[in-house]
Antibody, heavy 122, light 110 residues
Framework: EVQLLESGGGLVQPGGSLRLSCAAT????????LTWVRQAPGKGLEWVSA????????YSADSVKGRFTISRDNSKNTVYLQMSSLRAEDTAVYYC???????????????WGQGTLVTVSS | QSVLTQPPSASGTPGQRVIMSCSGS????????VNWYQQLPGTAPKLVIY???KWSSGVPDRFSGSKSGTSASLAISGLQSEDEADYYC???????????FGGGTKLTVL
């Protein structure tokens, strides 16, 4: 069974940093793109960042470009989201999801992890 | 303001057929496939339809998807109480170079 398990969320002050992890099991991790999607409280889904199977290509939403960095370690079956210069509007549940191909482009996302909550507040 | 436009709510009674719409533009729906996600209350999203009209594993054939031009729709026939959820459409956007989501439609089963 394919499973994704996020960790690393928590309370952080504005301007602070946090690193999220997403550990994957049940599939050949190095063959698939991974993506991060967030959901602010009571709001809809917003794509954050994606990475190709090899890690050679990354994509990020304009809202996080220059502040968030996606990476992966195929030897550990884990994808990361390094978040810095955090703002109140970054408060959300962050989900990681498995892409349908090697490139993040044109993917569908299946499955999704259970999510980890990031709260940016003083 | 989401790039893809969905009505905020929809409703139906058990057994009815409900159709939810998703409107975009040439750079997203007009050029690329549409995927639909179901989010039950308090849970993570789940893929229900991919590539416009294909069922994800385990999804009943009461769910169906279609696309025409820059719009797409998700239909649920034989509505059941367990279908009550938020539904999101999504597609890759060639101009933004990333996937875009609709704002979601909250489906209520009366």
């Amino acid at each position: 069974e394919v499973q994704l398990l996020e960790s690393g969320g928590g309370l952080v002050q504005p301007g602070g940093s946090l690193r999220l992890s997403c550990a994957a099991t049940g599939f050949n991790f190095s063959n698939f793109a991974l993506t991060w999607v967030r959901q602010a409280p009571g709001k809809g889904l917003e794509w954050v960042s994606a990475i190709s199977n090899s890690g050679g290509n990354t994509y990020s939403a304009d809202s996080v470009k220059g502040r968030f960095t996606i990476s992966r370690d195929n030897s550990k079956n884990t994808v990361y989201l390094q978040m810095s210069s955090l703002r109140a509007e970054d408060t959300a549940v962050y989900y990681c999801a498995k892409g349908s191909g090697t490139s993040p482009k044109y993917n569908w996302f299946d499955p999704w992890g259970q999510g980890t909550l990031v709260t940016v507040s003083s | 303001q989401s790039v893809l436009t969905q009505p905020p709510s929809a409703s139906g009674t058990p057994g009815q057929r409900v159709i939810m719409s998703c409107s975009g533009s040439y750079s997203n729906i007009g050029s690329n496939s549409v995927n639909w996600y179901q989010q039950l209350p308090g849970t993570a999203p789940k893929l229900v339809i991919y590539s416009n009209d294909k069922w994800s594993s385990g999804v009943p054939d009461r769910f169906s998807g279609s696309k025409s031009g820059t719009s797409a729709s998700l239909a649920i026939s034989g509505l059941q109480s367990e279908d009550e959820a938020d539904y999101y459409c999504a597609a890759w956007d060639d101009s933004l170079n990333g996937p875009v989501f609709g704002g979601g439609t909250k489906l209520t089963v009366l």
